[in-house]
């Protein structure tokens, strides 16, 4: 098999180290997904805005990622509704109860070379591994 | 200052994760899928990012005692690998595995015309919200 390394990925990936290095340099938080929609849920918490930002920020960047670079996006998950409303909701209480997600505790918190977070990291990835083996290679 | 960064770093941080291509669970998938025909681009996305991040962590973050823009570290004190950790990120892998959506891919997707993002993403707020209810309630 030949290695070719797919430049968009690593460089999107180096654009998100980068940011969540930003935002725990300058403003002292992590750069976690779930964690910054969490607190979205709690509207009279202090740090509202920033969150806010955030993600608005965030969906700008994508916005802005299709106009201007012409980034491909699918058009819809290609499942049926009761996937996607399970899958969401696994998700969400998921990276609730665990205090994080890929970016919280794959990025940020392996990052810091957090033992939780490598535990966490290692955790998700050999569930879904096994999720997606049972959903292709047993159903 | 401090609202302009949380802006920046969160469409630096879309604009990254359109790039990677995490935004398409086909790729997430064919990640996962470690028996079938399997497509490592993910290891370049979180491989660019921890290379930015781990290094700025360690000389630029670690040795500071509080951020630029504020007096205090929003980090998780907690390292305990306790059974919450692993109950959460097991469901949240088994979300994952499901339909190859996470968080951040979700809310950068917002406004890409995926017609199936939203309903991914109201569950996905179901979700936390329930988990909260779980963390002060039960657990």
Redesign the interface.
């Known amino acids: 098999m030949a290695l070719t390394?797919?430049w968009?990925?690593?460089?999107?990936?180096?654009?998100?180290?980068?940011?969540?290095?930003?935002?725990?340099?300058?403003?002292?938080?992590?750069?976690g997904?779930?964690g910054i929609?969490?607190g979205l849920?709690?509207p009279n918490r202090k740090d509202f805005?920033?969150?806010l930002?955030?993600?608005?920020?965030?969906?700008?960047?994508?916005?802005?990622?299709?106009y201007l670079?012409g980034?491909?996006?699918?058009?819809?998950?290609?499942?049926s509704?009761l996937?996607?409303?399970?899958?969401?909701?696994?998700?969400?209480?998921?990276?609730?109860?665990?205090?994080?997600?890929?970016?919280g505790?794959?990025?940020?918190g392996?990052?810091?070379?957090?033992?939780?977070s490598i535990?966490?990291?290692c955790?998700?990835?050999?569930?879904?591994?096994?999720?997606?083996?049972i959903?292709?290679?047993m159903l | 200052m401090f609202y302009v960064i949380a802006l920046l770093a969160g469409v630096l941080f879309g604009i990254g994760m359109a790039l990677s291509g995490m935004v398409n669970p086909e790729l997430v998938t064919a990640f996962l899928d470690i028996s079938g025909q399997w497509d490592p681009t993910l290891i370049f996305v979180m491989g660019g990012a921890l290379a930015v991040f781990i290094p700025g962590y360690q000389f630029l973050i670690k040795k500071r005692a509080q951020p630029i823009l504020t007096n205090d570290w929003s980090l998780s004190k907690n390292n305990s690998i306790d059974v919450q950790l692993i109950v959460g990120t097991s469901l949240f892998g088994i979300g994952w595995g499901l339909l190859g959506v996470c968080p951040g891919p979700a809310v950068t997707s917002m406004l890409s015309g995926n017609s199936d993002v939203w309903l991914f993403i109201v569950a996905m707020m179901a979700g936390l919200i329930i988990s909260h209810q779980l963390k002060t309630k039960v657990l």
Request: proline content about 4%; some cysteine.
């Open positions: 390394i797919p968009p990925s690593l460089l999107g990936g180096i654009l998100m180290g980068s940011a969540g290095l930003l935002l725990l340099l300058l403003n002292g938080k992590i750069a997904i779930s929609l969490g849920t709690s805005l920033w969150r930002l955030f993600i608005t920020g965030m969906i700008g960047g994508g916005w802005l990622s299709i670079l980034t491909p996006f699918p058009e819809n998950y290609n499942a509704a996937i996607i409303i399970t899958a969401g909701l696994l998700v969400g209480v998921g990276a609730g109860v665990g205090n994080g997600c890929t970016s505790h794959g990025i940020c392996i990052g810091r070379l957090s033992v939780r535990v966490a990291t955790v998700f990835m050999a569930v879904a591994g096994i999720t997606v083996f959903r292709l290679h």
